[in-house]
Nanobody, 118 residues
């Protein structure tokens, strides 16, 4: 599976962005998918995940209620809608294909930069 993330950019605090991650390969719908982020000088951290069917979603506490993960298996794409953005959301965002019951990362996409100005 190859993953291509897009949709990052510069936005003011309180604004919104939608990230997309397009996957190649016919096995996309068999993977749970996730978004992670890495701020300068910090470890990469989990943001959100969605099951293969889209029926289950999971969020980091820091984004719960502001971010929404979704997927369209017909388009081989997973999305991250980010609302009420804060300066602390500034990071490089990565999508990932997850495997197993523990949602271990099997494939990483390249990152897309999100910068939130105060």
């Amino acid at each position: 599976v190859q993953l291509q993330a897009s949709g990052g950019g510069l936005v003011q605090a309180g604004g919104s962005l939608r990230l997309s991650c397009a996957a190649s390969g016919r096995t996309f719908s068999s993977y749970a998918m996730g978004w992670f982020r890495q701020a300068p000088g910090k470890e990469r951290e989990f943001v959100a995940a969605i099951s293969w069917s889209g029926g289950s979603t999971y969020y980091a506490d820091s984004v719960k209620g502001r971010f929404t993960i979704s997927r369209d298996n017909a388009k081989n794409t997973v999305y991250l809608q980010m609302n009420s953005l804060k300066p602390e959301d500034t990071a490089v965002y990565y999508c990932a294909a997850l495997t197993g019951s523990d949602y271990v990362v099997d494939y990483w996409g390249q990152g897309t930069q999100v910068t939130v100005s105060s």
